[in-house]
């Protein structure tokens, strides 16, 4: 089982545009699911907008305010999705700006050493669905997957791509947080959309 681990530079993180799901788009349309990707398009410009939660301003500032870094990196390797690296930000300045994110309910997570309380230890469940599912080149559509944990560790799997969805937008910008930090090319995206929304004829996806 390989792990997700890479290094990203602080010239890479400035560029991250939040709610950017552009490369999935595009991934979409490649895989000839056009009409689906059109949809998404103009479902997350209405639900991620400025004005979709009363919090979003508040969280969209907190992201603006994690810090940049010239070098780190991205880890599955353990129980705890991790962005390893120093930090230039004060612990207590960065304790403060993940609180904006609070409640975390999947996890758990680790932000330049800080540990990130998670009401879950998904990393358990995590353990059991790892030894029963062969991730290892499979394109995965994760429903219900809260803030992206298992999506994470699934890419760590060998999963060649996960979609997540999940329409409560807290998750999503927990989500947001630590993609922040993540290798490219992007193959993890979470969707502020439910079930009920997905098309019937879905054919996109190796595991569901």
Same mark, same amino acid.
């Given at each position: 089982m390989r792990a997700v681990a890479a290094t990203a530079t602080g010239?890479? &993180?400035?560029?991250?545009?939040?709610?950017?799901?552009?490369?999935?788009y595009a991934e979409l349309i490649a895989r000839g699911n056009t009409a689906w990707s059109d949809q998404l398009r103009q479902c997350c410009q209405l639900r991620l907008s400025a004005d979709a939660h009363g919090k979003m301003p508040e969280w969209t500032a907190a992201w603006h305010a994690l810090p &940049?870094?010239?070098? !780190?990196?991205?880890?599955?390797?353990?129980?705890?999705? %991790?962005v390893i690296g120093s930090e230039t930000t004060e612990r207590a300045t960065l304790r403060?700006? &993940?609180?904006?994110?609070?409640?975390?309910r999947k996890g758990p997570f680790e932000l330049f050493g800080l540990w990130i309380d998670s009401e879950w230890r998904s990393d358990i469940k995590w353990n059991r669905l790892a030894a029963a599912v062969?991730?290892?080149?499979?394109?995965?559509?994760?429903?219900? !997957?809260?803030?992206?944990?298992?999506?994470?560790?699934?890419?760590?799997?060998?999963?060649?791509?996960?979609?997540? !969805?999940?329409?409560?937008?807290l998750y999503v910008m927990q989500f947001e947080v630590f993609r922040r930090y993540a290798p490219l090319p992007e193959r993890h995206f979470v969707?502020?959309?439910?079930?009920?929304? &997905?098309?019937?004829?879905? %054919?996109a996806f190796d595991i569901t």
């Open positions: 010239t890479k &993180l400035a560029n991250v545009k939040l709610w950017d799901r552009e490369p999935l &940049l870094t010239d070098d !780190c990196r991205f880890s599955t390797a353990g129980p705890a999705v %991790q403060d700006t &993940l609180m904006k994110f609070h409640p975390w062969d991730f290892r080149g499979k394109s995965v559509l994760d429903v219900g !997957c809260g803030n992206g944990y298992y999506g994470w560790r699934m890419l760590g799997a060998g999963a060649e791509w996960v979609v997540g !969805c999940d329409p409560f937008l969707l502020p959309v439910s079930d009920g929304e &997905l098309p019937r004829d879905l %054919q």
